[in-house]
C-alpha cells in the first residue's frame, strides 16, 4: 500500500504496533518496540506470560503511557525522536495518512477492549479512523470457513463501533478454481452458502436452520461485504484505497487548486464553430 501510494505521489506512513514483529517490508515512522517487546513481557521474572498473553499485556502497557504514542505521533511531549516524528508529520496529523500496523492476535478485536480503547484514543487526538480487518482468502474458499469469517468480521465490527472495510487478502496466490468457488462468495448468496454448509459435513446437516438464519442475516442486512486485494495488481490495490478514503473522508478538506492561464489563441474562422459549441 505504501509503495503504490509512492508511484501516486502520495505519502502513506506505517505505524507498527505489533510488538512480536521482526521484519519490515517498510521503514516504520513510529514503532512500539521502542517502548515494549514481546519478550519483555515474556522474560519477566514476574510476569512469564506466553505469546498471547504477553500481546496483551503489551497493548495494555502501550494504552497506559499513551503520552508516549501521542509525543511520537503529534510531538504532544518532549524528546528529540518525537519531535523529530512531529516534525516530519507537520505537527497535528491533519492531513497525515497513516497505516496502523496491528497484531494478527484476533481476540484484541472480537472481544477484548485494547482495540476500541486504542481507537477512541486516536479520535480524541483528532484521527479519522477506518479499521482495515483482513482475512486470508486461502482459508476462505468454503461456504463453512466463509461463515465463520464473515462472523469473525462482524465481531470486530460490533466491538470496535468504527467504520470497517473488510479485505480479502492473498488473491494473488489463489489458484483459479479457487478463485472462481470464491466470486461466489464475494457478494454472497444465503442459499448458495446454506447449500454449500449442510452439504459439507454432518454437523452442517444437523444445524441447518442455524446455517440459514446466519445466512439470511448477512444477506439480508448487509452487514459484511469483503474487497478482494491482489498485491501483484495495482487496480486492485487502488480500489481498496479509494474505499478507504471514501470512508474517512480523506481529501475533502483540501483546498481546490486553481492555476491561472492564458486562453488560447483563436485561429481565423474559429469564432463561429466556438460560438456554436457555446450556444449548445
Known sequence: MQRHAQDSKRVIEVVNLDPAAEHFDYQPLVDIRDLIQLDDAMDDEELHYGPNGGLVFCLEFLIENQDWLKNQLCGGGGGDD???????????????YILFDMPGQIELFTHLNMGKQL??????????????????????IDGAKFLSGTMAALSVMANLEMPHVNVLTKMDLLSKGAKKQLDKYLDPDARALLGDVTEESAWGRQHRKLSAAIGSLIEDFSLVRFVPMNVDDEESIQDLLLQIDNVIQYGEDADVKVHDFDPPEEEEGDEGTCRNIFDM
Open 82 to 96: 518525537g519531535d523529530e516524528v512531529a516534525e516530519e508529520l507537520g505537527g497535528e496529523p491533519d492531513d497525515d
Open 119 to 140: 481507537v477512541q484514543l486516536l479520535e480524541s487526538w483528532n484521527f479519522r479512523i477506518c479499521t482495515v480487518f483482513l482475512v486470508d482468502s486461502q482459508f476462505m
